[in-house]
């Protein structure tokens, strides 16, 4: 093919969509891990139906992994430039996620009069019933063209087409210049014990390339720019992988071996997976019968002197609520987890919201304060999955650390840290001094507000911890109503304070501008796009991406108070406006939401900012 076929582009967005169980979630991966190697920038969004397995073809069966590739990427893009179909349903359910003049790349084999009755359409012609212009729709015989190719595998016609995927992923490697050799080392590895299973994958692979460079397949191929690394080794991780792995660097630069108590519940299971695997650095990890069994067995390893983690998602995290209120009144170190869903009840487990926020704050009985933050991308889940173990040890308290469906299940490229670049974590034992001069267990650093942790075996530290209140001094049972005010003042100080241990907020984009937008956690990539978007669209735009939420940093309200305009964006009905608007008497909160079970795409943001604005002017 000639350069003059070939488009250079910043980045690019592709949309893998299929049933359940044609491997597109599979395919998804593997391409965002060759492009991370290539030197792109990745983001992506794998798009679960909440079905177990749905009809096959079927409206509601539909998968999706959506992943933008290229320089300066934050998000997996609102729309894609690909859209890759593997049958009618796919077709009909994801046509929506395409830019006007995108390519669709579909199974014409798979537009069978089944399979169009199945996915509701009316007619036999499915082109022409979505209006959808035949210039930019690659119709490829895969079914065909993976049969011929595997005809000689000795494998059933099953097996066969479980590889339909790979031929669909070769035919995306040529069409956006992605070599082949990294594709098969992903398949060798991942097959290292199926030798047929790895060839005919192969196989399938090379075909749908070949099908691409012989045909030209009408359409162009694309050259992605590649954006300057920092030295080092990179790789693409997921957000529960990467706080599976902050959690493990946490337990080793705490010296405190790691215990997670939990209850399998989508979308945190991956936590609970990746530390069983890791019993070679210690881990312990133990699938309880329940989720208060599981935040229980945390809360008994923590008073053993472990760096103590459970798991949940929304539901559990209710289910949880007595538990983590014990491990306030005992004032342990505790890291709870929760990767939100869209709820109430069951909801939606597989997809993405941010409504956990009140119940992470105040979803205990009684004066019950605790340090709640919240992670920003897949890998900064690495960095929180840290940053709240040494919370919780170095301030013995329970931390809640906040991510999502789509951070927990979208990737990043990532830079694998070195063990220098973070700190060594300091756990707040009780002394040889101390202990000779009669402690207590409630004894506290008069600065800080936090009491000493002493470990089981410790000779002279034997004591008793527990939900019953005690005395600020003597700390045995008591029920006097003063010593109680003081002891909640107490607990609620020793979080305050917390806020002089944590970073200062930092304002992005136009920090000059009169208006500042707001965002919490997973939001993050798409609110820096929208923000940098408006100002270059002449519309000035200052960020806040908040990660530490209960304390606020230091510096928080103040610079919120500079600005004429705060606009909050998150995926709930206004839980963070409302939090922030209790700490900003006087000012008025404009708020941008969004609950559809998905993230914002980044239009969204910059059509609603601006309706606020013209409003504001108005």
């Not at 949309?15 to 920038?41: E, K």
């Not at 119709?139 to 063209?145: A, K, Q």
């Not at 009491?451 to 410790?458: I, M």
Request: hydrophobic residues 35%; charged residues 25%.
């Amino acid at each position: 093919m000639s350069d003059t076929n070939v488009k250079e582009v910043d980045k690019i967005v592709v949309r893998f969509s299929g049933d359940s169980g044609d491997g597109m979630q599979l395919a998804g991966n593997i391409f965002s891990n060759v492009s991370a190697g290539a030197g792109n920038m990745i983001s992506t969004f794998p798009d679960y139906p909440a079905e177990i397995r749905a009809p096959q073809g079927s409206l509601s069966g539909v998968s999706g992994f959506q992943v933008s590739v290229g320089k300066e990427v934050h998000t997996p893009g609102d729309l894609a430039d690909v859209l890759v179909a593997m049958n009618p349903a796919a077709l009909k359910t994801n046509l929506k996620y395409l830019k006007p003049g995108g390519i669709i790349i579909c199974d014409l084999d798979s537009f069978t009069e089944s399979n169009l009755k199945k996915a509701l359409y009316k007619t036999d012609d499915p082109v022409s019933e979505l209006g959808i212009d035949p210039d930019h729709l690659l119709l490829v015989p895969m079914t065909t063209l993976l049969k011929h190719t595997l005809a000689d595998s000795g494998l059933d016609n099953k097996s066969i087409m479980k590889c339909k995927n790979m031929l669909a992923l070769g035919l995306v490697c040529w069409l956006f210049d992605r070599p082949l050799e990294k594709v098969e080392s992903k398949l060798k590895a991942k097959f290292a014990n199926k030798p047929a299973i790895y060839e005919a994958n192969e196989k399938a692979l090379t075909a749908g390339w070949d099908y691409g460079h012989n045909t030209h397949a009408g359409v162009p191929t694309y050259r992605i720019e590649t954006y300057e690394t920092k030295p080092g080794t990179y790789t693409d991780i997921n957000g529960n992988t990467a706080t599976a792995w902050g959690l493990i660097m946490a337990s080793e630069k705490s010296g405190r071996p790691l215990f997670l108590g939990s209850y399998p519940i989508t979308p945190a299971t991956d936590i609970l997976h990746e530390l069983a695997k890791r019993k070679d650095l210690g881990v312990k990890a133990c699938q309880m019968e329940d989720e208060i069994a599981g935040v229980c067995s945390a809360i008994g390893a923590s008073y053993g002197g472990h760096l103590a983690v459970t798991t949940t998602s929304g539901p559990g995290l209710a289910l949880k609520s007595e538990g983590i209120g014990l491990a306030v009144m005992a004032e342990l170190p505790l890291v709870v987890v929760d990767v939100q869903r869209g709820g109430p009840s069951t909801g939606l487990p597989t997809k993405t919201e941010q409504t956990d926020l009140m119940q992470a704050l105040y979803g205990r009985n009684g004066e019950s304060p605790l340090c709640v933050v919240a992670a920003t991308s897949p890998t900064d889940c690495f960095d929180m999955a840290f940053e709240a173990s040494r919370i919780a040890i170095e301030h013995m308290t329970p931390v809640v650390l906040l991510t999502d469906a789509y951070i927990a299940n979208g990737s990043s490229a990532w830079r694998i840290p070195e063990e220098k670049d973070f700190p060594e974590i300091k756990p707040h034992f009780v002394s040889g001094d101390q202990l000779e001069q009669g402690w207590k267990p409630y004894h506290r650093d008069e600065k800080t507000r936090v009491r000493y942790w002493a470990l089981p075996g410790t000779e002279g530290a034997m004591h008793r911890v527990g939900g019953l209140e005690k005395d600020y001094d003597t700390s045995v049972i008591s029920t006097d109503g003063p010593n109680h005010e003081r002891m909640v003042k107490t607990r609620r100080e020793k979080i305050a304070r917390i806020a002089d241990d944590i970073p200062a907020l930092e304002i992005e984009g136009n920090a000059n501008s009169d208006t500042i937008l707001v965002g919490w956690g997973g939001t993050y990539g798409h609110l820096l796009t929208a923000c940098s978007e408006l100002n270059s669209e002449g519309i000035p735009m200052a960020l806040a991406q908040f990660r530490y939420i209960n304390p606020l940093p230091a510096n928080a309200l103040d610079e919120l108070r500079r600005y004429k305009n705060i606009i909050v964006a998150e995926l709930n009905t206004g839980m963070f406006a409302d939090y922030l608007q209790m700490h900003l008497p006087g000012k008025e909160i404009k708020r941008i939401n969004k609950i559809e079970g998905q993230p914002f795409q980044v239009n969204e943001i910059k059509e609603a900012a601006k309706k606020l604005l013209e409003t504001e002017e108005l």
